[in-house]
T-cell receptor, first 113, second 113 residues
Framework: KAGVTQTPRYLIKTRGQQVTLSCSPI?????VSWYQQTPGQGLQFLFE???????NKGNFPGRFSGRQFSNSRSEMNVSTLELGDSALYLC????????????FGPGTRLTVT | LAKTTQPISMDSYEGQEVNITCSHN???????ITWYQQFPSQGPRFIIQ???TKVTNEVASLFIPADRKSSTLSLPRVSLSDTAVYYC??????????????FGKGTKLSVIP
């Protein structure tokens, strides 16, 4: 079956703009989690959605938000972009929750200039 | 928040067994310990998961002592294709229903011919 897909794969934005990233989980997976990966901070958990509800949230400012649709597809939005938001954003899906095996997508590389 | 500690890097020759240890305090009672492998420009890939004692699958073994404050990923007879970053992942119940997942900083394993 198809893996986790993320779009777009690469994105360049300027400071102050906003961006929306999309994630399509593996068919049948109801949990979608988002992570930010940077060389300095490593992999950091952003939030998790399950059945259209945010179940948990990491320690990120309110500029980072997300949502999940009835078909389990998820989007995350970052408003008022800052240079420090440049990172690889990874989406992962799992059957029930992220404590189980997660399947990661290839990520979206966001560059803020 | 749970703090995880892994060696930053390790070198090994092909054919050797490699053991990577992750230290983690404040692991929640019901949490599992999970290890992932990540190659450059790819999302992490699940390797193995365990709760306590020993778990083995076709690619690795995971050893967890009784106190669960650490875990050791064992890769038998590594090859050049095992060169990657390895992450240990544990959950952390921070109270009031909140729940966060913490990735370690990762261990960069370099396999030498």
């Amino acid at each position: 079956k198809a893996g986790v897909t993320q779009t777009p794969r690469y994105l360049i934005k300027t400071r102050g703009q906003q961006v929306t990233l999309s994630c399509s989980p593996i068919s049948g997976h109801r949990s979608v989690s988002w992570y930010q990966q940077t060389p300095g901070q490593g992999l950091q958990f952003l939030f998790e959605y399950f059945s259209e509800t945010q179940r948990n949230k990491g320690n990120f400012p309110g500029r980072f938000s997300g949502r999940q649709f009835s078909n389990s597809r998820s989007e995350m939005n970052v408003s008022t972009l800052e240079l420090g938001d440049s990172a690889l954003y990874l989406c992962a899906s799992s059957l029930y929750d992220r404590t189980g095996e997660q399947y990661f997508g290839p990520g979206t590389r966001l560059t803020v200039t | 928040l749970a703090k995880t500690t892994q060696p930053i890097s390790m070198d090994s020759y092909e054919g050797q067994e490699v053991n990577i240890t992750c230290s983690h305090n404040n692991i929640a009672t019901n949490d599992y310990i999970t290890w992932y492998q990540q190659f450059p420009s790819q999302g992490p890939r699940f390797i193995i998961q365990g709760y306590k004692t020993k778990v083995t699958n076709e690619v690795a073994s995971l050893f967890i002592p009784a106190d669960r404050k650490s875990s050791t990923l064992s890769l038998p007879r590594v090859s050049l294709s095992d060169t990657a970053v390895y992450y240990c992942l544990v959950g952390d119940n921070v109270g009031a229903g909140s729940y966060q997942l913490t990735f370690g900083k990762g261990t960069k394993l370099s396999v030498i011919p």
